[in-house]
């Protein structure tokens, strides 16, 4: 199946309660005591769309993948080209997106993945390989939407491994000098998250929102939220090469106290909930979900990545729980 970024957005035509008992979309975390098995993909599935900051059109397929394999990209368009995982220590450059390289080819990326990973993440695939026939994935309506309904359209399938999560077990908290901070606490079961912002623009604003980390509380409340910019860096970021794709049709553009976007918002909020969307999917390169307490604030890709490295800079930090035959070395190094 292919899908263009023309494809009208999904959320009303696919609601949050159409899974909401089906086994095929289950929460990454199990309520009950039965063992949560890895997954992946039916079958592969491809969109075309334009990059947000490079402007080219590009071609992504989604494909099944094995088991212990992780989230993998693959640049279709260099032959050669080795497979990225989309790991945290993978992560080359996070100025207004996150790009993974491998550190053996730095020049060969793939930007802007935070959106898939997060749809990835909410939907509990495991294991997928990502082929890519351009530097960046296509940015399609702004938002996680299209992508889940891309994984909705795929179908999800159990493999015969337990899932991994990975659990806090110390907190751990990394700060930038303007006050923006991100922080991983323990956490008595699943994944909650937590995120405030604050902008000078009067059309965001101060904003605050939190929320259980489960596939229906995704769709009801972050993944159909756009990214923004202000109008005044739009040209600065095209000079450095940055929004090149962007538009009304793919961002909420603000100008002071106006939406400048002729649908406005689809959410009030709509601003801090694609920042807490965009740390879903960052956080996802931790390697496995997570068992934790996130909580950020003016938090971006740049302080998510320090929290996942400070994380992983201790194993006093977290701890492995499921599958239990793999060690904890092994699994950390394939994270």
């Given at each position: 199946?292919?899908?263009?970024?023309?494809?009208?957005?999904?959320?009303?035509?696919?609601?949050?309660?159409?899974?909401?008992?089906?086994?095929?979309?289950?929460?990454?975390?199990?309520?009950?005591?039965?063992?949560?098995?890895?997954?992946?993909?039916?079958?592969?599935?491809?969109?075309?769309?334009?990059?947000?900051?490079?402007?080219?059109?590009?071609?992504?397929?989604?494909?099944?993948?094995?088991?212990?394999?992780?989230?993998?990209?693959?640049?279709s368009d260099l032959p050669?080209?080795?497979?990225?995982?989309?790991?945290?220590?993978?992560?080359?450059?996070?100025?207004?997106?996150?790009?993974?390289?491998?550190?053996?080819?730095?020049?060969?990326?793939?930007?802007?993945?935070?959106?898939?990973?997060?749809?990835?993440?909410?939907?509990?695939?495991?294991?997928?390989?990502?082929?890519?026939?351009?530097?960046?994935?296509?940015?399609?309506?702004?938002?996680?939407?299209?992508?889940?309904?891309?994984?909705?359209?795929?179908?999800?399938?159990?493999?015969?491994?337990?899932?991994?999560?990975?659990?806090?077990?110390?907190?751990?908290?990394?700060?930038?000098?303007?006050?923006?901070?991100?922080?991983?606490?323990?956490?008595?079961?699943?994944?909650?998250?937590?995120?405030?912002?604050?902008?000078?623009?009067?059309?965001?604003?101060?904003?605050?929102?939190?929320m259980p980390f489960t596939?229906?509380?995704?769709?009801?409340?972050?993944?159909?939220?756009?990214?923004?910019?202000?109008?005044?860096?739009?040209?600065?970021?095209?000079?450095?090469?940055?929004?090149?794709?962007?538009?009304?049709?793919?961002?909420?553009?603000?100008?002071?106290?106006?939406?400048?976007?002729?649908?406005?918002?689809?959410?009030?909020?709509?601003?801090?909930?694609?920042?807490?969307?965009?740390?879903?999917?960052?956080?996802?390169?931790?390697?496995?979900?997570?068992?934790?307490?996130?909580?950020?604030?003016?938090?971006?890709?740049?302080?998510?990545?320090?929290?996942?490295?400070?994380?992983?800079?201790?194993?006093?930090?977290?701890?492995?729980?499921?599958?239990?035959?793999?060690?904890?070395?092994?699994?950390?190094?394939?994270?």
């Amino acid at each position: 199946m292919q899908i263009t970024a023309e494809t009208p957005f999904k959320a009303s035509i696919v609601p949050p309660s159409v899974f909401k008992n089906s086994a095929d979309f289950l929460s990454p975390f199990s309520t009950n005591a039965q063992t949560v098995l890895q997954c992946t993909l039916k079958q592969p599935i491809t969109c075309v769309g334009i990059g947000l900051h490079s402007g080219h059109q590009v071609r992504m397929t989604l494909r099944p993948a094995p088991v212990n394999h992780g989230i993998v990209f693959r640049r279709s368009d260099l032959p050669d080209a080795l497979p990225i995982p989309a790991r945290y220590d993978n992560v080359v450059c996070t100025r207004l997106s996150t790009v993974i390289a491998r550190a053996d080819a730095p020049d060969i990326r793939v930007a802007t993945i935070e959106h898939l990973m997060a749809a990835l993440h909410a939907n509990g695939i495991d294991n997928a390989l990502i082929d890519i026939d351009g530097p960046e994935t296509p940015v399609l309506d702004g938002s996680a939407a299209e992508f889940d309904f891309l994984i909705q359209c795929a179908g999800k399938t159990e493999q015969d491994v337990a899932r991994v999560v990975i659990e806090v077990l110390r907190t751990v908290r990394v700060e930038d000098d303007n006050g923006a901070f991100a922080e991983l606490r323990p956490a008595r079961a699943g994944f909650v998250l937590a995120m405030s912002i604050d902008f000078t623009a009067g059309a965001i604003g101060h904003q605050r929102h939190a929320m259980p980390f489960t596939l229906d509380r995704f769709r009801q409340e972050v993944g159909y939220c756009r990214t923004f910019v202000e109008r005044k860096e739009i040209e600065t970021l095209q000079k450095m090469g940055l929004a090149r794709g962007g538009s009304l049709h793919n961002a909420i553009v603000v100008e002071g106290d106006t939406v400048l976007n002729p649908c406005g918002l689809r959410h009030p909020k709509e601003f801090v909930r694609h920042k807490l969307m965009d740390a879903v999917g960052d956080l996802y390169l931790a390697g496995h979900t997570l068992k934790a307490g996130f909580m950020g604030h003016k938090s971006g890709h740049g302080l998510n990545n320090r929290l996942l490295r400070s994380l992983f800079s201790s194993g006093e930090n977290w701890r492995l729980a499921g599958q239990t035959a793999r060690n904890r070395s092994e699994i950390h190094a394939a994270a």
